[in-house]
Nanobody, 119 residues
């Protein structure tokens, strides 16, 4: 009954910007953390950024260029991506650590959104 829906991906030129959104809905009592991961073709899944109860963490590859933010009232997390590079091309996944209305702790993933940075 928990759903994470990502949006905002697309094709952008190097140096451009995109803003990803992830909306959580369903059987949610409290969201503890929301973050972004990415997987490039043939590569492993890597952490991009995470907001855990107000504490933020960034991968070295994106620090200074990406900004994670949350709107807790809307159960939404954003990833503002600036100065995009071809190396940022990947499928970006939203992940949430949350407690259900039955007080069960879950880690839930979204379906992913494609980001392509190319000239």
């Amino acid at each position: 009954q928990v759903q994470l829906v990502e949006s905002g991906g697309g094709l952008v030129q190097p140096g451009g910007s995109l803003r990803l959104s992830c909306v959580a809905s369903g059987n949610i009592f409290r969201i503890h953390a929301m973050g972004w991961y990415r997987r490039a073709p043939g590569k492993q899944l890597d952490l991009v950024a995470i907001d855990s109860d107000g504490n933020t963490t960034y991968a070295d590859a994106v620090r200074g260029r990406f900004t994670i933010s949350r709107d807790n009232a809307k159960n939404t997390v954003y990833l503002q991506m600036d100065s995009l590079k071809p190396e940022d091309t990947a499928v970006y996944y939203c992940k949430s650590e949350l407690t259900t209305n039955q007080l069960l702790l879950l880690h839930h993933w979204g379906q992913g959104t494609q980001v392509t940075v190319s000239s």
